[in-house]
Nanobody, 121 residues
């Protein structure tokens, strides 16, 4: 019912910046939360940041002060501004949207396909 399109990943040097975006489309009735997760090789997928109704945000300790999550409700889009990137930020980043699809009526989680972020010299 809902499709997510991610963009903005790539290769960047340590200390650099990237901006990820995730646009939701389809039969969306209401979006309750949006967030970003990441998974590095050999590690569990972890929450990076999320934003909920009212604009409240939460960040993993490892990215606080460096990453900023924001949203554009009119465009059903969530962004992740990543500054001061470190090699340990290297991972596949996944967008997640918690939404109620039109004509379905039940809240569910929807995931993007992921975008690779590589921080290396």
């Amino acid at each position: 019912q809902v499709q997510l399109v991610e963009s903005g990943g790539g290769l960047v040097q340590p200390g650099g910046s990237l901006r990820l975006s995730c646009a939701a489309s389809g039969s969306i009735f209401k979006i309750n939360a949006m967030g970003w997760y990441r998974q590095a090789p050999g590690k569990e997928r972890e929450l990076v940041a999320h934003i909920i109704i009212g604009g409240s945000t939460n960040y993993a300790d490892s990215v606080k002060g460096r990453f900023t999550i924001s949203r554009d409700n009119a465009k059903n889009t969530v962004y992740l501004q990543m500054n001061s990137l470190k090699p340990e930020d290297t991972a596949v980043y996944y967008c997640k949207v918690v939404a109620v699809a039109r004509w379905y009526g039940v809240q569910d989680d929807y995931w993007g396909q992921g975008t690779q972020v590589t921080v290396s010299s």
